[in-house]
């Protein structure tokens, strides 16, 4: 099953029978990827007088609860309202779903503190376009980094206290230059884990409080496996419809036919 989208003067196909989900699955319990302490996700049966949501147990039905924090329990994308005082929803802010992406792989950068860093020289130079890219005009709407090393560990990592990579608010600056309006990472956060609240890499990517993006989003915790290829794709951004300022998240990614 292909489909054709054209994106001003270019057409570009892509077959929607094969998807590439780099969500990571919501699980219960101590195996599902976790970061600023949040507690673990739990999912249990609802249970009212002799009524028990689980078909296990003699319930009719499965009719559960899920506690969760999308911030700290998985793929989850977020709007400016994440740092704003204005009650912004990821609900309201995403209104498009379908984006023109690339997918680029960047070491994060040892400093002498320990920390590991995005840095503006390594985003300049991964989004370089090659002489193919400029004849077609090519520019994405949307950007995924994947970081190296890679491996599936990250389906289950438990970031808490152990001071992940980031990015430098000026590699977010050159992310804004090149026009880019959505940012999915495998990081728990673009920011530092423990930062004091300064925030500076998601304040230069809203633009906040100046004058606030509210179309542009940031997601983050995704896992892109190593056979997906780094270079260009659509991007299927998918939320559930919270009033909140951030979702879980499923983004699919679609190759370039």
């Known amino acids: 099953m292909t489909a054709h989208i054209k994106i001003d003067k270019i057409t570009y196909e892509i077959d929607l029978s094969q998807p590439?989900?780099?969500?990571?699955?919501?699980?219960?319990?101590?195996?599902?990827?976790?970061?600023?302490?949040a507690d673990e996700i739990r999912i249990e049966p609802y249970?009212?007088?002799?009524?028990?949501?689980?078909?296990?147990?003699?319930?009719?039905?499965?009719?559960?609860?899920?506690?969760?924090?999308?911030?700290?329990?998985g793929t989850h994308t977020e709007?400016?309202?994440?740092?704003?005082?204005?009650?912004?929803?990821?609900?309201?802010?995403?209104?498009?779903?379908?984006?023109?992406a690339r997918l680029i792989s960047v070491e994060p950068i040892g400093?002498?503190?320990?920390?590991?860093?995005?840095?503006?020289?390594?985003?300049?130079?991964r989004l370089e376009l090659n002489d193919k890219d400029k004849m077609f005009n090519m520019s994405p709407q949307s950007l995924i980094v994947r970081t190296i090393p890679n491996?599936?560990?990250?389906?289950?990592?438990?970031?808490?206290?152990?001071?992940?990579?980031?990015?430098h608010h000026k590699a977010i600056e050159k992310i804004v230059d090149a026009g880019i309006e959505h940012v999915l990472t495998d990081l728990p956060s673009v920011d530092k884990e423990q930062d004091d609240g300064i925030l500076l890499a998601h304040k230069a990517f809203w633009n906040y409080p100046q004058?606030?993006?509210?179309?542009?989003?940031?997601?983050?915790?995704?896992?892109?496996?190593?056979?997906?290829?780094?270079?260009?794709?659509?991007?299927?951004?998918q939320i559930a419809s919270f009033e909140n300022d951030a979702s879980p998240s499923k983004?699919?990614?679609y190759k370039i036919l």
């Open 20 to 37: 590439i989900d780099i969500s990571i699955p919501l699980r219960a319990g101590k195996e599902n990827a976790n970061a600023f302490y």
């Open 47 to 73: 249970r009212s007088g002799n009524f028990v949501g689980d078909v296990l147990q003699g319930g009719s039905v499965n009719y559960k609860n899920i506690f969760f924090n999308p911030h700290g329990n």
């Open 79 to 100: 709007c400016v309202g994440h740092i704003s005082k204005e009650p912004y929803s990821i609900n309201q802010c995403l209104k498009q779903f379908w984006f023109l």
């Open 111 to 125: 400093q002498t503190n320990g920390d590991k860093i995005i840095t503006e020289d390594l985003i300049t130079h």
């Open 151 to 167: 491996n599936n560990s990250k389906l289950h990592q438990q970031y808490s206290g152990t001071n992940p990579a980031y990015f």
């Open 211 to 237: 004058n606030p993006q509210l179309h542009k989003t940031i997601t983050e915790m995704i896992y892109v496996d190593d056979t997906i290829k780094d270079g260009w794709y659509f991007l299927n951004l």
């Open 251 to 253: 983004p699919v990614l």
